[in-house]
């Protein structure tokens, strides 16, 4: 099943003369309705009439999260609050957090587009989702809650925390579907096993995955331990939240489609900010050009990634490889760039690790360095100094860095308690 059959399979030719049409308009809206973006165009010498389409994106500037900053809370909104239905807020690591506001066919179109990702995720009417996501400011809990009832799903709105309560629902309200963070799906994983749940005993079926990087080490074990087909949910506050890409369930490990009819996305070089091709990695870029109450010119979201189009997948719109991390989580230790993903990768291949494991950087003699902490098989003895060198020489053949190894007994190491984790502990 396809949600939005028409949409989905358009042919590619069709799809760029609407996403044309729709950047002409929103082009001339922002003109009109944002003193900032119509500042923005005048200082580059634009006029709304310069926009033909997407082939004349390029030309226009860049929105970063400093600009939304600086217009904290409602000056970047292009509606008067008398239409706005909806605010939600992200809270960053410093300050203030990133406020969206939406109109009522802003929250229309989240609901089709969190529709649309439920259904290639596996996601039918009639099937119950629990939906794991917090419920709040953040955009994750309400908007499953929006595209699953737009689905003709019953929506259990369970929310992040308290995992024994979780364990009882998933046992006996008999959910197929599950919507969490991918770390939150490790902590349920690891519960059912520490409680002796039977997950194949369990009716959940689907897995959808998102709100942080995760890679296949991470889809391997909660596939295995909650016996579900794990997908990913990609999405960002600023650009609507969850649903702006979603991997289908039977092409899982080839990308998430985006849904570009709505969210146009390019990928930037992050130093030069020249827009790259198909296949490279860069920072990813979203123009929202249908959205109403806070629509963004090519907004950069600092996730690096790369977009393809597959010729072998059910849908045209263009997918986006999984998410490498966030530009200004990667770290540089002793000058090589490093992300915690490439190190869950390095997990992934060692038979005797689970993918539970955190990063800690600290300082010595003025050089940065990593220790990376991560939990064994159960059964494994963590003071095996055989299997220590084991992934100390493979990080360093696959990353180029030398890190201090410390194996952990499985269960140790802090996972997450309903959210966002976060996999690197800074002690510089
Ligand atoms: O995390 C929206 C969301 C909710 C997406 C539920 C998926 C599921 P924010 O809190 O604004 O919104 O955080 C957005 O989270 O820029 C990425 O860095 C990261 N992120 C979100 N989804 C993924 C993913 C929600 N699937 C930021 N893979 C984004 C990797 C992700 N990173």
Request: charged share 25%; net charge negative; aromatic share 8%.
């Amino acid at each position: 099943m396809i949600y939005n059959q028409a949409i989905e399979t358009m042919p590619l030719e069709q799809l760029r003369q609407l996403q044309d049409e729709r950047l002409r308009t929103l082009v001339a809206r922002l003109y009109r309705d944002v003193p900032f973006y119509q500042t923005r165009l005048q200082e580059v010498g634009l006029e709304p009439g310069d926009i033909r389409g997407i082939a004349d994106l390029a030309k226009l500037p860049i929105t970063t999260k400093e600009d939304l900053r600086q217009h904290y809370p409602f000056c970047m909104f292009a509606k008067p609050m008398g239409e706005v239905r909806r605010i939600h807020a992200s809270s960053g690591t410093t300050g203030k957090p990133t406020v969206v506001g939406y109109t009522q066919n802003d929250l229309d179109l989240f609901d089709e587009v969190v529709a649309r990702s439920l259904v290639a995720a596996g996601a039918r009417p009639g099937m119950k989702l629990h939906n794991a996501y917090g419920y709040g400011l953040f955009t994750g809990g309400l908007g499953m809650h929006g595209g699953a009832t737009r689905l003709g799903m019953a929506v259990i709105p369970v929310s992040g925390g308290m995992t024994d309560r979780q364990l009882m629902i998933l046992q006996d309200f008999e959910p197929e579907v599950i919507c969490c963070t991918p770390s939150y799906a490790q902590t349920l994983a690891a519960e059912c096993k520490a409680r002796g749940i039977d997950p194949a005993a369990l009716k959940v079926r689907y897995g959808v995955l998102g709100a942080e990087p995760w890679t296949e080490a991470i889809r391997t074990e909660v596939e295995a331990g909650l016996h579900i087909q794990a997908t990913n949910i990609y999405g960002l506050s600023e650009i609507i939240g969850p649903g702006v890409s979603q991997e289908d369930v039977d092409e899982r490990g080839t990308g998430s489609y985006i849904w570009e009819d709505h969210f146009y996305p390019e990928i930037l070089d992050r130093d030069t900010g020249e827009v790259l091709p198909y296949g490279e990695e860069g920072v990813l870029v979203f123009t929202t050009l249908t959205k109403e109450a806070f629509p963004l010119l090519r907004y950069r979201t600092n996730d690096i990634c790369s977009l393809h189009y597959d010729p072998n997948g059910k849908r045209t719109h263009i997918k986006m490889a999984s998410i490498r991390g966030r530009a200004d989580d990667m770290l540089i230790i002793r000058g090589v760039n490093l992300f915690y993903t490439q190190v869950e990768e390095v997990i992934h291949e060692m038979d005797f690790l689970v993918p539970h494991y955190r990063l800690i950087v600290s300082k010595k003699d003025a050089l940065d360095q990593v220790a990376v902490e991560v939990e064994v098989q159960p059964g494994i003895d963590p003071a095996n100094k055989e299997l220590q060198q084991r992934l100390s020489a493979k990080i360093k053949n696959t990353i180029g860095l030398s890190m201090q190894i410390e194996l952990r007994p499985t269960g140790s190491i802090p996972g997450s308690q309903g959210g966002k984790l976060s996999r690197i502990l800074d002690r510089r």
